[in-house]
């Protein structure tokens, strides 16, 4: 079985191109590949930026969800898609789906 060209991979869907990575990865125990995925993800910058004290547990909170909904396709890209890291994801799935 051959893998799919550049082209084929790129005429695909956004979110096809997540699922089909991330599966890989999932099969591959690559945790580092879920790591810099989860670093270019839009609310990353946002949760980072929270500093964990009590009165800010709940943005907290509510910015870890934001990003694990992101990562995981539910609400954060179905609603409001990637941004501008949307390329560079792009770029990211097809590399490992080429490589795995």
Request: aromatic share 12%; glycine share 8%.
């Amino acid at each position: 079985m051959t893998s799919p060209s550049f082209a084929e991979l790129d005429a695909l869907p956004t979110e096809e191109l997540r699922e089909r990575a991330f599966g890989l990865a999932r099969k591959n125990h690559d945790v580092k590949f879920f790591w810099t995925v989860i670093k270019h993800l839009p609310d990353a910058d946002d949760a980072a930026e929270l500093d964990g004290a009590p009165n800010s547990i709940g943005p907290t909170i509510d910015e870890y969800v934001a990003l694990w909904r992101e990562l995981i396709g539910k609400g954060g890209y179905e609603e409001h898609g990637y941004g501008e890291q949307e390329d560079l994801l792009r770029a990211a799935f097809i590399d490992y789906v080429q490589k795995h």
